[in-house]
């Protein structure tokens, strides 16, 4: 049955109250300090004035920001699918004294976030002057319990002949776990992939109290500091800022929607 | 299950061994740590000072850790009422095929892909006090414009609204999902025997969403309790500490005062009452798993 039109407006009309506020960043970014001084609140820019951007560009590096938080997200979501599926393996198909007890230390830490930990690995880094590096940005989340979960998940419903004839072909245990079994948990891993280099992509909290240095700073932080740093009215460059940094996140929801709306739902129900 | 011998008895300890070495190091001995450090008395110069529990004496006797405890509480009580509730009228008024409601249900969603900092920055722009969108939407209807962030009665709920605005989009996919498995039979059923919409949602609907509902709030509890970036970007525990909740409390007394072991003391609480939060959701994560298999809550 097709919609009416009042009908169709009021479901775009659900969605304003999210979609006005990105509109009025866009919007924001596109002025200028006069205009912004005149009518802070115009809906619309006298034009497409790039000076905000420019501003942004020249406050910080970018470019840079923008390589340290792809590398960092990119390492941790790696290394996460990396342990997770020997990890996983074992826990799943291996019989061994302990099973029990490793995966329960495994869930155990679902109970420890970032806010948990943070001060005595901060203490722990700084005695070995490994603050204010890539490695402390990275090594402490090497491991996601949610991730090793999924993935274990997964691996329940590999049937474990597929793996004793594997085992007959000559195949040694790494070759299994890291040939033969990735395509068949491809779901699970882009999930858990997906939602780790999401997170860690806009993770505030971490680097800011993990790094001081630029050369390692992530652009969460970068943006976050173009406010901090300025006096007086200069939305339109921290709006600017803001647009780079939300759109990386958009594009990346923009290509993978499904994926990442099916991860969000199957999270809670296990699918 | 069936589970295959391990070719040489080490190999499953050797495949572990990577996850249980991370572990150990960055998620049990600091939990261990901060236990250790929260007698000590240390500013991260001089060598750190057993104090026995002065630490948390002080935090109390300040008055600090009450306040901060309550002020969380009181705010993830607000995020996960209004979430959920949200998230739940959303779903049910999105749940429908159509190019145009696919499309309103990923513009709220993308708000909880889009980064903390990135929301906070903007409704930090939209609530200014002076030329704020919010504040100028107002004053064109004749009505007053108020200090959303800066008026201590005010500064909790602001930071509250929107954290709901980033969380919605959550709860109705969840709600989404939810609503897939509620049989279509039984809606047909209700309503064949008179039964109204409401009736149909209240009788029907909601008790068939009762384990959705139990992970969204769950979940929704969780994650507002460690709440920290927007109180950071948008009012840093002001005005006058009526934002300082708990985890933005702990980063004040490492960062700004250099007192590790009150942060560490101030860890232990905010770690019991996590734990407390995620024991009485695994509760009912368990309490629903009889009937099928499940993933744990994250």
């Not at chain 2, 960062?255 to 009912?284: E, K």
Request: aromatic share 10%; net charge positive; proline share 7%.
């Amino acid at each position: 049955m097709p919609l009416r039109w009042p009908r169709r407006l009021g479901l775009v009309g659900l969605a304003l109250p999210w979609l006005l506020p990105y509109a009025w960043m866009v919007s924001t970014s596109f002025k200028t300090l006069p205009e912004l001084v005149a009518a802070p609140s115009a809906p619309l820019p006298s034009g497409l004035n790039l000076d905000a951007y420019a501003a942004v560009f020249e406050a910080m590096p970018v470019g840079a920001y923008l390589l340290n938080t792809t590398l960092m997200a990119l390492a941790i979501g790696l290394l996460q699918l990396a342990l997770a599926l020997p990890a996983g393996y074992a826990l799943s198909k291996l019989s061994f004294r302990g099973r029990g007890l490793a995966f329960g230390l495994v869930v155990a830490t679902l109970l420890i976030p970032a806010q948990v930990r943070f001060v005595p690995v901060f203490t722990l880094l700084a005695e070995v002057r490994l603050t204010n590096t890539m490695t402390a940005l990275v090594l402490p989340f090497a491991v996601s319990a949610l991730g090793t979960f999924l993935i274990r998940q997964a691996l329940l419903s590999v049937p474990p002949q597929l793996i004793e004839a594997a085992r007959l072909d000559g195949a040694g245990e790494l070759t299994i776990i890291y040939r033969l079994l990735p395509p068949l948990l491809r779901p699970s891993l882009v999930a858990a992939f997906l939602f780790s280099f999401v997170y860690h992509w806009n993770d505030y909290f971490w680097p800011l109290v993990m790094t001081t240095d630029d050369s390692v700073r992530t652009l969460p932080l970068g943006v976050a500091l173009l406010r901090e740093q300025g006096t007086g009215v200069r939305w339109h460059i921290v709006m600017a800022g803001n647009v780079l940094l939300s759109l990386p996140a958009l594009l990346l929801f923009a290509l993978t929607q499904r994926q990442l709306i099916h991860a969000a739902a199957g999270k809670a129900a296990g699918r | 299950m069936k589970l295959l011998s391990p070719r040489r008895p080490t190999d499953p300890y050797l495949l572990l061994l990577p996850t249980l070495l991370i572990l150990g190091c960055f998620f049990f001995y600091p939990l261990l740590a901060a236990g250790k450090l929260s007698l000590y008395s240390w500013d991260l110069l001089t060598p750190p000072r057993f104090v026995g529990l002065d630490n948390y004496r002080a935090l109390w006797s300040e008055g600090l850790l009450l306040h901060s405890l309550e002020l969380t509480l009181v705010f993830s009580l607000g995020v996960v009422t209004a979430s959920t509730i949200l998230g739940l009228a959303l779903a049910l008024l999105l749940n429908r095929p159509g190019r145009l409601a696919a499309f309103a249900r990923a513009s709220i969603f993308s708000a909880y892909i889009v980064s903390w900092v990135s929301v906070a920055l903007l409704w930090l722009w939209i609530l200014d006090a002076d030329g704020g969108a919010l504040n100028a939407a107002l004053q064109r209807l004749g009505l007053p414009g108020w200090r959303w962030l800066s008026d201590p009665r005010l500064a909790l709920p602001s930071l509250a609204a929107v954290t709901v605005w980033k969380l919605a989009g959550y709860a109705m996919i969840l709600y989404l999902a939810g609503l897939q498995d509620v049989p279509a039979h039984l809606l047909e059923a209700a309503a064949l025997d008179g039964a109204g919409r409401w009736q149909r949602f209240r009788h029907v609907t909601w008790p068939l969403l009762r384990p959705t509902t139990a992970f969204v709030t769950s979940t929704g509890a969780i994650a507002s309790f460690q709440v920290f970036d927007v109180v950071r970007v948008m009012t840093q525990g002001g005005p006058m500490d009526h934002t300082n909740v708990l985890v933005y409390a702990i980063y004040e007394q490492i960062f700004l005062n250099l007192r590790v072991g009150r942060a560490s003391a101030l860890v232990v609480v905010f770690f019991l009452v996590l734990l407390g939060l995620t024991l009485w959701q695994l509760r009912l994560w368990l309490r629903r798993e009889g009937a099928e298999g499940q993933s744990p809550p994250a």
